[in-house]
Each structure stands twice: as structure tokens, then as C-alpha cells.
């Protein structure tokens, strides 16, 4: 380093967070500077003459990682390194500590005594370990920079990544000791802090010639049955998973401490309380609601829970979950099933992992927020229909629409909520004004929806011209802006889609080839009675995987079936979930081809009529354009985690619920409903 070096120029050779001197250095930018005070230095300022304003390339990366994931992984001599404020002359030579830095060589004549004779005394030491090297050999002897083994004449060289892991090794088991100690903590501390482990829990570690993981704890011993009790969290956890009452919970404490296992006290008392946390959230209200009693539509009061308000519900959640409130996604669900119509939300940030990470020091693994176990009840109601009316009056009562959220659901309750008639109209479909094809028609928009529905009413709201105004028969249940796009707000249901195509491609195979139904057993592949019959979503993802055994067992001129169900299963592995394939436009278009040829091959082939359903017509027309303006996967709008809520609930509603002629039953039902939604919040 040239010695004649301003301070100006010195300022650039220091790293500002570190303090540290390198040949490459990057200059401080207004960016950079934000970061440094906000996470190394507050008082930084690239002004003041006596501060560096050089910036390592690591300590750049630390500080945008710690930006965006925060995690630390920069040096530690952030904390060790300060920053003086000198008066430091102009235009003259300056002796401040930046510029002697800058300018010390240690191995120049310039370097102070104490270090030279540090120096001299490591090379001695070297000398005396490696006594037996000769002259030749030690002046010859070189490092591999990348495999760091010694390298020379005669010296095998078997340069590798795996021979760096053990010249790494052996570079470390050379140390003394307490430098070893040092070595290995500071790289636990380095997987720590890229894993996001925190002090007493477990690292898993590969080992370097394979095996098992080396798993270590780390900050705290591993605790013992007599010394570290189970905590009432974790006793909630196994609640919560087998579905069992404050007795049978009191009861396995029980049976717990008769083993001598130590459970937290007030065990009982902290599950109860836990599971009465939301309760000023709800509300209960007896409300007329239109039930069909031997084909004759009545009038009957039912109980209803649901949200009072439900924008602080969705504050406080985000609160107690730490999700950032620009960044989060609020779905809302609505379906009917189990006996009862449920309107359920799924609040969470697809950003980061949206775990619930709490208590894992007693090995609880955490739930993703957008799943079935942490959903959320707006409103319940037992024994009605999934009509008009009644969805009306729920989404009233909760006031969905002060909330602009995605709205997942099948088809049937799309529609409802549109204000469309059912799906055996001309003009049923939710997105578009076309008929039952494979082409687009004009899109819908919530304005021109309300105008149908205004014109239907001016002509007298005749049902059987309902198709002059494009189905639309009631009036729209949703607010949203007149310009603002059906389905910028409806996402396209997944579920649904998956087994509406595979089953209408089965029945296809059923009419022709009856066997199938034997083969479908053989491979554990099972048709349900229920949502009219066919595959559920398991059944239906499990015989696109079994495509290639079918193939082996159908009739030979019955293949044209199969090739269009793996188009289509391209489609499903492409978009219906988090990955976005970026052919998927393709892959559709693919199917779409795929389709009409079998539409003309059961035709003349087979003799038999294959149309267009409307689940068909929304994967080939629509799902490409809702892909397009969201750019990833189904899986963050998909409604499963409604349709899975009727089982999640059953336990719980089957603890606390009476029969409906019980003068407490909308006070059960609310019990229920608050207990299920605070122990998944």
C-alpha cells in the first residue's frame, strides 16, 4: 500500500461497518448508508471527514440480508469497531488511526517492533514443526486455493470440492485446542443464524462421511423428564390434534403425572382461558333463514354466530401472528357441508415460511397459517341450503364487505354471490358472458353484472328470460369498484376444477370400458356418493399419477383417453400449486387441442357424445388469464382449506353443541365456534 495516500483516499480503503482495510473495496451509496445506521452505526453519517466511507463486499451482503430476511450474517466486529469524530486538517499530512491503518504493512520496514517480533516468532515456530522439510522443499511448497492441500513435487494432488471439506478438516485438527473451540463456535453460530435457530433449540448437522445427522442443542442443556415439565402449550397441542374435552386433557395430565412426568401447573386453568381469547369478537343472533321442508321453501329462525367487526378481527390476527399488513393475503372461504354453511378466513403473508414456530422446545412443530389448522370462523349456521337468500343474510351479518378479500368457493356459491342463476343456464359462467365453449366471451365486470340485474328487474324478472341478461337474476352480493374485473377478485377454484375435468373424462372411460371401475379398486382409487358422485381431490391427483399403468390396461384404441388426462395432468403439476410453471399458457393451450380431438374421436369412434362442462370451459379460457395477471401458483387462492373445515370442526362442534330444540344451543354453538377459532389463532 503506497504510503502517500491523502486522507481522502484512505477514507475509501476502510470498511465503515467493519473497520477492516482490503485491496477491493466498494464506496458507500445513499442506500448503502440507510443501512448502516439503521443496523452497524446510527451515528454514520458519509459527511463527517474522519469516518470511512469504504464498504466490504461481505458486510454488503450482511446488510441486505438483514434487511430483507432478517438475518445476521455479518461480522462481529460490527459491535467491536468505532467510529471517531476528529478534527482532521485539510491539505495536510494526517497521522489520524484511518490513515495509519491504511498505511501499515506488517511485513514492510514501516511495521512497529511488537509486531515484527510477533511475526518472526510464528515463523519460528513453523520452522521448528516442520523440521524435516528441507530448504528446497519448504521454499517450493505452495497452498491449492481452491482444495487447500500443500502442493509440490512428489505430493499427490486430488483436487476436489470433497478434498477441501477434509483438508478442512485437517487444517482445523492441527490447531491447538482452545483454537479449534473457536474455529467450530463460529461456525455453529454462522448455521444458527442462516437456519434462524435461537438459543436451547436443536441443529441438525450432515456429517461429513454421511451417516446419521449429528443433531446438537445448543445454549442449554437437553432437559430431563424430573427437571423440565411439560408446558401447557404443548398439552394444547395434543388437545387441539385429538380433538379432546378439558376433561379428557385433565385426564391425561393425570395419567401423565402418575408416570412421574412433570406437567405445568394451572394447566387446565391456561387451556380454558386460551380457549375463550376471541370471545368478545363474536356475536349471536337469531335470524330467519329459508329451509326446504318436503319441497316447500319455509321460513325458519336459526342461530347464527359471527364476527361483530370483523376489520380489528383481522388486525388483531395479523398482530398476534407478526404478518406485515401490506404484505398480507386475507381468504375468505364460504362452502356448505357437515350440516351447517360456514364462512371461514385464512389470514396469512406468502412472502415468508407462515409457520406458528411456538413452543418447539418441546418438539411441537409449527402450522402453516394458510392451512385447514389455523383457520378462522366468520360466521356459522347450522341445517340450511346453500341459496341466495341465506348467503345474503351471512355475508350481511358479518359485513364482508367492509374487507376486500379473495374469495374461494366452488362454482355454485361463485355464482350465488354473483347473482347468477345455476349452472344449467346458458350464460352461467362467473368470469365471462360466453356459452358452454372453449372460446371467451366479454368479460365480467361487477358494473356490468348490477346493470343486468337492473334490466332483468325493469322487464318484470321474468325467470324464463333470464338469458337476455346473461343469467344474471339476482342482485350482486359483493362491493367492488363498476370497472373492477370478476376475476381480479375471484380466483379460479382449484379443487373443484381438478375433479370436475378428471371425473368428466372417467365417465367417459366408465361408458366404454365399464372394467375401469375394477381397476380404479385395484389401485385403491375410490368413488364417492357424495357432490354427485365420482373422485374427491386425493382420488382424482392419485389416477393422473397412475397414468402409466393405465395405459398398460385399457384397450389399445382407447389411448386418445388417457393422452388427453396427462395433458391435463400437465397443466395440474404446472399451476395448481405454489410453483408457476412459465409454459403453462401452453400446457393449457396443449390440453385445449387435446380436448376437441377427443370430442371428435368419442364421436366417431365411440359413439358417444362428449360436451363441454363449464369446468372444462373455465380451465382452458380462463385460468390462462387469471395465471397471467397473478404471475403464481393456485395454491394461495385455493379453496380446500373450506372444504376441509367441516371435518376440522366436527370434533369440536360434537363437544360443545346441543340439538337444535335446546333453548341453549346458540349458546353451545358460539362456545364451539370460539373455542375452534382462539386455539387456532
Not at 466511507?53 to 438483514?66: A, I
Request: with cysteine.
Amino acid at each position: 500500500m503506497p504510503t502517500g495516500l491523502s486522507h481522502d483516499e484512505a477514507r475509501k480503503k476502510i470498511c465503515c461497518c467493519c473497520g477492516s482495510k482490503k485491496k477491493k473495496m466498494l464506496l458507500i451509496t445513499s442506500c448503502t448508508e440507510d443501512l448502516v445506521r439503521k443496523f452497524a452505526h446510527p451515528q454514520y453519517d458519509s459527511s463527517v471527514l474522519s469516518y470511512p466511507v469504504g464498504l466490504c463486499s461481505w458486510c454488503r451482503v450482511g446488510l441486505f440480508k438483514l434487511n430483507k430476511d432478517k438475518v445476521f450474517i455479518g461480522s462481529s466486529q460490527w459491535e467491536e469497531f468505532n467510529l471517531e469524530d476528529l478534527n482532521v486538517p485539510r491539505g495536510q499530512p494526517c497521522d489520524c488511526g484511518m490513515c495509519r491503518t491504511v498505511k501499515f504493512n506488517p511485513i514492510g520496514s514501516s511495521a512497529p517492533k511488537k509486531v515484527l517480533d510477533a511475526t518472526k516468532k510464528v515463523f519460528a515456530l513453523e520452522d521448528e514443526q516442520n523440521a524435516s522439510v528441507t530448504p528446497n522443499q519448504k521454499a517450493k511448497r505452495k497452498i491449492c486455493a481452491r482444495c487447500l492441500q500443500t502442493t509440490g513435487k512428489g505430493i499427490p494432488h486430488n483436487c476436489s470440492p470433497g478434498a477441501r471439506k477434509f483438508n478442512l478438516v485437517r487444517i482445523i485438527e492441527e490447531e491447538v485446542p482452545p483454537a479449534q473451540e473457536q474455529v467450530v463456535s463460529a461456525g455453529i453460530k454462522t448455521i444458527m443464524a442462516m437456519k434462524q435457530v435461537r438459543q436451547g433449540e436443536k441443529i441438525s448437522m450432515k456429517n461429513l462421511k454421511g451417516g446419521n445427522n449429528l443433531t446438537v442443542r445448543v445454549g442449554a442443556a437437553t432437559p430431563s423428564l424430573s427437571s423440565a415439565p411439560l408446558s401447557s402449550n404443548f398439552i394444547g397441542q395434543i388437545q387441539k390434534k385429538l380433538d379432546l374435552s378439558c376433561r379428557k386433557t385433565e385426564l391425561l395430565c393425570k395419567a401423565l403425572r402418575d408416570e412421574h412426568v412433570k406437567v405445568e401447573k394451572n394447566t387446565r386453568e391456561s387451556l380454558i382461558h386460551k380457549g375463550r381469547e376471541l370471545e368478545d369478537f363474536y356475536d349471536l343472533k337469531t335470524v330467519p333463514m329459508e329451509v326446504d321442508e318436503k319441497t316447500k321453501l319455509t321460513l325458519v329462525e336459526k342461530d347464527v354466530v359471527f364476527l361483530k367487526n370483523l376489520p380489528s378481527f383481522v388486525e388483531h390476527i395479523m398482530e398476534v401472528r407478526r404478518l406485515e399488513p401490506e404484505k398480507t393475503i386475507v381468504r375468505t372461504q364460504i362452502d356448505g357441508g357437515g350440516g351447517s354453511v360456514k364462512v371461514t378466513a385464512s389470514i396469512f403473508q406468502p412472502t415468508l415460511l407462515s409457520y406458528d414456530n411456538t413452543d418447539r422446545s418441546n418438539g411441537v412443530t409449527g402450522e402453516l397459517y394458510s392451512g385447514v389448522n389455523k383457520l378462522l370462523v366468520l360466521a356459522h349456521v347450522d341445517n340450511i341450503q346453500e341459496r341466495y337468500e341465506n348467503i345474503r343474510t351471512l355475508v350481511e351479518l358479518v359485513k364482508l364487505n367492509q374487507l376486500k378479500t379473495f374469495i374461494a368457493a366452488d362454482l355454485k356459491l361463485i355464482n350465488v354471490l354473483l347473482g347468477i342463476s345455476s349452472h344449467s343456464g346458458k350464460f352461467s359462467c362467473a368470469w365471462c358472458e360466453s356459452e358452454c365453449t372453449l372460446s371467451c366471451g366479454k368479460l365480467r365486470t361487477f358494473g356490468n353484472i348490477q346493470q343486468h340485474y337492473q334490466d332483468f328487474v325493469d322487464a318484470g324478472a321474468n325467470l324464463k328470460k333470464m338469458m337476455a341478461f346473461k343469467n344474471v337474476i339476482h342482485s350482486c352480493l359483493l362491493e367492488y369498484d363498476d370497472e373492477q374485473l370478476v376475476l381480479d377478485v375471484i380466483p379460479p377454484p382449484e379443487l373443484h376444477l381438478l375433479m370436475g375435468v378428471v371425473n368428466k373424462i372417467l365417465d367417459l372411460v366408465i361408458k366404454v370400458w365399464p372394467e375401469v371401475l375394477d381397476w380404479c379398486r385395484s389401485k385403491g382409487i375410490t368413488r364417492h356418493g357424495y357432490q354427485g358422485g365420482g373422485l374427491d381431490g386425493n382420488n382424482s391427483k392419485k389416477l393422473l399419477d397412475k397414468l402409466d399403468e393405465l395405459s398398460a390396461s385399457i384397450p389399445i384404441h382407447l389411448l386418445p383417453i388417457v393422452s388427453t388426462l396427462k395433458d391435463f395432468k400437465e397443466i395440474v403439476a404446472g399451476c395448481f400449486g405454489d410453483y408457476l410453471c412459465p409454459l403453462i399458457v401452453s400446457k393449457i393451450e396443449s390440453f385445449s387441442k387435446s380436448y376437441v380431438n377427443l370430442r371428435e374421436f368419442s364421436a366417431d369412434v365411440l359413439n358417444e357424445r362428449l360436451t363441454v362442462s363449464w369446468k372444462v370451459h373455465v380451465v382452458v379460457v380462463h385460468l390462462p388469464q387469471f395465471l397471467k395477471k397473478k404471475k403464481v401458483g393456485m395454491a394461495r387462492f385455493a379453496e380446500q382449506t373450506g372444504e376441509a373445515a367441516h371435518a376440522k370442526m366436527k370434533g369440536t362442534l360434537k363437544r360443545f353443541c346441543v340439538c337444535e330444540d335446546n333453548p341453549r344451543h346458540g349458546m353451545q354453538m358460539k362456545k364451539a365456534i370460539v373455542n375452534f377459532s382462539s386455539n387456532n389463532q
